[in-house]
Structures are given as structure tokens and as C-alpha cells.
């Protein structure tokens, strides 16, 4: 019997939850890159980003290819970069609404003192 559609959608989002991989996909949006490239711009050792870079691959979200002694990535599916923005939206919609309400707080607390 097949995981249920919301078991897959989270083990989806839990590939996506590490900030070494929204990193690597953020670059990626860019296009293709190595290895080489990406570990400076990533700030992993090697080993480590290679790590997350398996996972990514194990997924389906990234695949890689081979030219000469380079091994290159990219993404899949470019609709991953979409979901990546909505989440930036969404972050940023609450951390104005935060934003405001503490400065609403805040004027409400000079209000109070002085009374």
C-alpha cells in the first residue's frame, strides 16, 4: 500500500529542512554548478556538503552529471525555486505583521508610562 500523499509531502519538506540545502538550491537557481563552486558560496567542508547534496539527490530534488573530473548539479524541477518564494512571502508577511505589532506595543507602553 502507497505512504499517504501528506506522509510524502512531509518527508518532501523534511529534505528541505536543512539550511545547507535551501542554500545549495538557492545557487542552484542560478544554474549548474560543481562541487568546487558550491562549497565556498555553501561554507561546508566537502564532505558535508556532499552529504546534503545525496540527500537532495536521493529525493529527486537535485541530479548530477558528470564532465571530466567535475561532477555538476542542478535541480529537477525548477517549480522547487516557486515553493522557495512562496516561503520567502510568507516569512516575510509575518515577520511585518510581528514587526508592527511590536511597535504598536511599544507605543502603547510609552503611552502607559506616561500616565
Not at 542552484?28 to 558560496?41: H, N, W, Y
Not at 536521493?58 to 535541480?75: F, I, K, M, N, Q
Amino acid at each position: 500500500m502507497p505512504a499517504p500523499i501528506y506522509e510524502v509531502k512531509a518527508q518532501f519538506f523534511k529534505t528541505l529542512g536543512h539550511p545547507a540545502r535551501i542554500r545549495v538550491l538557492e545557487i542552484l537557481r542560478e544554474g549548474e554548478c560543481s562541487v568546487a563552486e558550491l562549497r565556498p558560496r555553501v561554507g561546508l567542508e566537502a564532505s558535508h556538503l556532499s552529504h546534503q547534496l545525496a540527500i537532495l539527490r536521493r529525493a529527486g530534488v537535485v541530479r548530477s552529471r558528470r564532465e571530466g573530473s567535475s561532477v555538476l548539479y542542478s535541480v529537477t524541477d525548477r517549480r522547487v525555486f516557486d515553493l522557495l518564494q512562496v516561503a520567502k512571502e510568507i516569512l516575510t508577511g509575518a515577520l511585518t505583521g510581528a514587526s508592527a505589532l511590536a511597535a504598536e506595543l511599544e507605543a502603547l507602553r510609552f503611552v502607559d508610562e506616561q500616565s
